[in-house]
């Protein structure tokens, strides 16, 4: 931990630990970017991203934020070039495996969203290991969205539920908001509080459309190798200064 990420190793004064986020979303951008910034080959601000996410994950432990959700690879992510996904996938693996002790040791809960089945065998091998070994923890709960589309997971849910109407087990007015959520990656999660996105772009990304529906929503212009604690503060300040009303008058 460097000394500024000491500083903020407790949750600073000026937050309300009553109103900080139950749940945080984050969409990481700016790797690449960091990377062209600094005339480095885009791989290296993939690596410095992992490290800023490892940090916001044990800052969410450090301030009692109950669950953190990452958009690590979309469905989307498959169109860039070979080299690049090659490695992230790599990435995936080697951070699987050689962080797992420690998150076990920090009681953090590894869970993942997405059509997995799509991955490498040796990734899902991981992920599978992962979730078992951490089945159990009761801290931080960590989701991974892996090769994630809000698109496909909403249409991967319809299908399902269609099935079951053509089954016979289920009745079209059987279907509402609550059945529909059972069939999404997320099922049995609690949607998030706060959208957080870096790089200044003012979009979702396919991200958790149904979920973020009431979301609070943070936009940085940081790239995400630089979001650090010093910039999650300010992301929680901004919370906790909005009225969340969901539709109706305060």
């Not at 000394?3 to 630990?17: G, I, M, W, Y």
Request: charged share 30%; proline share 3%.
């Amino acid at each position: 931990m460097t000394a500024k990420q000491s500083v903020f190793s407790e949750l600073p004064v000026d937050l309300s630990r009553d109103r900080l986020p139950k749940h945080v979303a984050v969409i990481m951008d700016g790797n690449g970017r960091w990377a062209k910034q600094r005339g480095l080959p885009r791989i290296m601000g993939h690596r410095r991203g992992v490290d800023a996410l490892k940090d916001l994950l044990r800052c969410c432990k450090d301030w009692g934020i109950e669950a953190l959700t990452a958009y690590a690879f979309s469905t989307e992510n498959w169109g860039r070039p070979l080299e690049e996904v090659d490695f992230l996938m790599t990435l995936f693996e080697r951070v699987l495996r050689q962080e797992l002790r420690e998150m076990q040791a920090e009681n953090v809960k590894i869970r993942f969203a997405g059509n997995l089945a799509a991955l490498p065998a040796s990734l899902q091998a991981e992920i599978e290991r992962s979730m078992e070994e951490t089945r159990n923890n009761t801290g931080t709960q960590f989701t991974v969205a892996t090769n994630y589309g809000g698109r496909q997971e909403i249409v991967q849910a319809c299908r399902a539920i269609a099935q079951k109407v053509q089954q016979g087990q289920l009745q079209p007015d059987d279907i509402d908001e609550a059945l529909f959520e059972r069939y999404l990656y997320t099922a049995g999660d609690r949607d998030p509080d706060l959208l957080i996105r870096t790089s200044g772009e003012m979009r979702i990304s396919n991200f958790l459309l149904w979920q973020v529906a009431y979301s609070e929503l943070y936009v940085t212009d940081t790239l995400w190798p630089d979001f650090d604690r010093s910039e999650f503060h300010q992301a929680l300040c901004s919370y906790q200064k909005r009225d969340r009303r969901f539709g109706k008058v305060s």
